[in-house]
T-cell receptor, first 114, second 111 residues
Framework: DADVTQTPRNRITKTGKRIMLECSQT?????MYWYRQDPGLGLQLIYY???????NKGEISDGYSVSRQAQAKFSLSLESAIPNQTALYFC?????????????FGEGSWLTVV | GQSLEQPSEVTAVEGAIVQINCTYQ??????LSWYQQHDGGAPTFLSY??LDGLEETGRFSSFLSRSDSYGYLLLQELQMKDSASYFC????????????WGAGTKLIIKP
């Protein structure tokens, strides 16, 4: 089983609908991240969390919200999806200790907004 | 603001050596990371440089020159499985020490 698990892996949704992407990790890491990747481009940080009570906006947080339900769970919501939010979304984790410069990614969630 | 530049595509021959360059502009530079991503896959960590010099890990090496705001990833003895996109990413005070990513370099390996 993957250490960082994202659900759903693929989703097609309509404009204006609310969609939630969920992420859970078994690595015991304190830091969790949500990234967006558009085709042919690098990753952009949406939100990041250092622990359950510490959530921070990234470069492109507008139109997104997050919830850190537990140390192991970090969900991303699009309250009213729009077509330009069509992208590949990655959840990631990091441990602020040994190996702190390594970010571990989930397998990604393809989201298409029509 | 921050910016990173890397070539969009590099082509090399199996068994050869290839260098992927990355130049960056930022304030409060902290470190440079490299990640590999195969088509449809997740990025995976390759290396991290905070100090000037060369870091070697098997067939892959990464170099950093802080004074030149420049780094590169060196891949030796290229194998077909190395065909992937390679991303440099900078950690800096300007971005609250979160990674800012380049657009990636697609490495095409020919037999």
């Amino acid at each position: 089983d993957a250490d960082v698990t994202q659900t759903p892996r693929n989703r097609i949704t309509k404009t204006g609908k609310r969609i939630m992407l969920e992420c859970s990790q078994t690595k015991g890491h304190d830091r969790m991240y949500w990234y967006r990747q558009d085709p042919g481009l690098g990753l952009q940080l949406i939100y990041y969390s250092f622990d359950v009570k510490d959530i921070n906006k990234g470069e492109i947080s507008d139109g997104y919200s997050v919830s850190r339900q537990a140390q192991a769970k970090f969900s991303l919501s699009l309250e009213s999806a729009i077509p330009n939010q069509t992208a590949l979304y990655f959840c990631a984790t990091r441990y602020q200790g040994f190996d702190r410069n390594t970010i571990y990614f989930g397998e990604g969630s393809w989201l298409t907004v029509v | 603001g921050q910016s990173l530049e890397q070539p969009s595509e590099v082509t090399a021959v199996e068994g050869a050596i290839v260098q992927i360059n990355c130049t960056y502009q930022t304030s409060g530079f902290y470190g440079l990371s490299w990640y590999q991503q195969h088509d449809g896959g997740a990025p995976t960590f390759l290396s991290y440089n905070a100090l000037d010099g060369l870091e070697e890990t098997g067939r892959f090496s990464s170099f950093l020159s802080r004074s030149d705001s420049y780094g590169y990833l060196l891949l030796q003895e290229l194998q077909m499985k190395d065909s992937a996109s390679y991303f440099c990413a900078v950690r800096a005070r300007e971005s609250n020490y979160q990674l800012i990513w380049g657009a990636g370099t697609k490495l095409i390996i020919k037999p």
